[in-house]
């Protein structure tokens, strides 16, 4: 196996981008799956307090953010890439808007009634009383777009989507996956679970035909795990980040200084640790848990925030 412990739940539309990725590279993995909702006491004494799903672990080393986990994987499997060099620019910044503008527009979408049960199962009253109250949370109460505004600003959205598949690419820029397809993906995915509303995608052919496309990556060879093995397996591996990165601050910070890293959307936890690595992409701190031991965990540097503790 690679060494890659991949933690999250069946139905998480961030963790189906990566899960596809694994076979668009042909990595096998081992899968932890994890609650959808707090607590999650094993997830957070690997992470120190970061609750988004997904979370890779390599041993010691612990990977928080989709944009980072996909770059780690790059460079673990380079070939076929991910970051073609003449359309990198473009794509990691169509990425970017697809992990943030559309999938926010998408989950105002299909979260209506009659499409809960195709993503969350029958719950009962009191499971959904509490997933409601944990996505609350997460998004530190900010409202969310209504259903009305979110149909038209998705209907636009995928309608430019469309026009991007119009003279016949196979892929979002070309001839080539990328990064871009990947992100783009795991909100058509769940649109497509969620049958009720799912046919705003009929207006989209080509779409269509390019998500079937993608989906035939599949998610590879893979393993499975509980969460108290993986954790073990944290607690008997050391970290393996070199010391050669280069150091870049901006923050007025140095090496070894107690830092706390948050995300600066929602799920705002912050995790507490020294600082080890600064680069111009990458945080990462070490951090010691009575339970995984002494672990780094690692986050992109956009999208995050650093301060000092």
């Not at 609750?51 to 780690?72: E, F, H, K, N, W």
């Not at 999938?103 to 299909?110: K, L």
């Not at 996956?177 to 769940?190: E, K, L, P």
């Not at 995608?201 to 599949?218: D, H, Q, S, Y």
């Amino acid at each position: 196996m690679s060494g890659i412990i991949f933690h999250h739940y069946p139905n998480s539309p961030f963790s189906e981008k990566v899960r596809l990725l694994f076979g668009y590279k042909k990595l096998p993995w081992t899968s932890v799956i994890i609650p959808t909702i707090m607590p999650k006491p094993s997830l957070t004494a690997l992470t120190g307090g970061y609750r988004r799903t997904p979370v890779m672990q390599i041993g010691a080393d612990i990977y928080c953010d989709t944009s980072l986990i996909c770059d780690v994987l790059e460079k673990m499997a380079p070939s076929p890439t991910i970051y073609p060099k003449d359309s990198e620019g473009i794509a990691r910044t169509l990425a970017q808007w697809a992990d943030t503008t559309l999938f926010w527009t998408m989950i105002a979408y299909v979260f209506q009634p009659a499409s809960i049960p195709h993503l969350l199962g029958n719950v009962t009253p009191e499971q959904m009383k509490a997933f409601s109250a944990d996505r609350a949370a997460m998004r530190s109460n900010a409202p969310r777009m209504s259903v009305p505004e979110a149909t038209g600003a998705l209907t636009a959205y995928l309608g430019r989507l469309e026009n991007m598949l119009a003279d016949g690419k196979p892929y979002l820029l070309g001839q080539q996956a990328t990064i871009a397809d990947f992100s783009v993906y795991h909100s058509v995915w769940f649109i497509q679970r969620a049958q009720p509303v799912a046919g705003i995608l009929n207006a989209t052919p080509a779409l269509k035909e390019w998500a079937v496309r993608m989906a035939a990556f599949g998610h590879h060879a893979f393993e499975k795990m509980n969460a108290e093995e993986a954790l073990q397996i944290a607690r008997n591996s050391k970290s393996v980040v070199g010391g050669d990165a280069v150091f870049v601050d901006t923050h007025g910070v140095a090496l070894g200084d107690r830092v706390a890293i948050m995300p600066t959307d929602y799920a705002i936890d912050p995790v507490e640790g020294d600082l080890i690595v600064s680069t111009a992409t990458e945080f990462a701190v070490r951090r010691e848990d009575p339970q995984a031991g002494t672990v780094v965990v690692h986050f992109p540097r956009i999208g995050f925030q650093l301060k000092k503790v």
